[in-house]
């Protein structure tokens, strides 16, 4: 399983971005789909995610600026970031999780940097 993340990049405070993130190799049963960050010298942290059923779930410090979905067909999970301010300057990675045989298996992407300067 593969995790092909894209969308980063240099921001003026206020704008938006896109991220993509899709899977690709032997997936069945993708349950969660996620996007965590991770800043200089900080933890990573999840950012919003979204369950197969469309339930999504965001960090406080981006509800009502980002919006997450997804596309099941494509494998594929988005973050649409708006009214973007320099604390969201991050690498920022996806997460899928899939359920085979009652067990749940992670997987990360390789990560995309998002850079908001003031």
């Known amino acids: 399983v593969q995790l092909q993340a894209s969308g980063g990049g240099l921001v003026q405070a206020g704008g938006s971005l896109r991220l993509s993130c899709r899977a690709s190799g032997n997936i069945f049963n993708i349950n969660v789909m996620g996007w965590y960050r991770q800043a200089p010298g900080k933890q990573r942290d999840l950012v919003a995610d979204?369950?197969?059923?469309?339930?999504?779930n965001y960090a406080e410090s981006v509800k009502g600026r980002f919006t997450i979905s997804r596309d099941n067909a494509r494998n594929t999970v988005y973050l649409q970031m708006n009214s973007l301010q320099p604390e969201d300057t991050a690498n920022y990675y996806c997460?899928?999780?899939?359920?085979?045989?009652?067990?749940?298996?992670?997987?990360w992407g390789q990560g995309t940097l998002v850079t908001v300067s003031s």
């Open positions: 997460n899928i999780t899939t359920l085979d045989s009652g067990w749940e298996y992670a997987y």
């Open positions: 979204i369950t197969s059923g469309g339930s999504t």
